[in-house]
């Protein structure tokens, strides 16, 4: 994709932390049907990428984008989302500190880890943080669909991709 698709993707209904602070929270009148993720990714392309991706495959998201863990942990205790999509490593606070972070506050949400390629160990460090996936870059898109349809059905329900198989029928 061209630098001015993503931006033009990003800016649909995704928005960086804290840029739209006006804007309701879900307890305030947004779409209650709606399922809201952070996506933490220090590498601006890859977060307007995977938004970019996120919002053209999905129905009934809203998102929400961070660079660094410290924006993440302001917006969870915000902004409240149902997912976090966070990038391993991160500068400062990695995927797996970020993890244990958020899982130690009420009410955690889905927390999925993205790796940029294998490491040894990992797959054990996450699992004690309290991560529900681990995904390398390489297998977001499938293994994400697979993982949010199971949790979300209503995102799955009335996304592009389930509008694309009904009009096979």
Known sequence: MRASAHKADESRRTRPFGARA????RDQ???????RI???DPDSVSRSAISGW??????????ETASSAADALRAVETRLPDLVLAAH?????????LTAAIKARPN????????????????LQCRAAGVDLLLEKRHLQSRLLAFLQGRFPKVWADGVVARSLASLH
């Open 29 to 35: 009148g947004c779409d209650a049907a709606a399922v």
């Open 108 to 123: 955690p949400p889905l927390i999925v880890v993205i790796a940029t390629g294998p490491a040894a160990g990992l797959d």
């Open 54 to 63: 996120l919002d053209e495959f999905f129905g009934h998201v809203e998102i």
């Open 89 to 97: 490593p991160l500068v400062a606070l990695d995927g797996i500190g």
């Open 38 to 40: 952070l996506l933490v």
């Open 22 to 25: 006006d804007a309701p929270d």
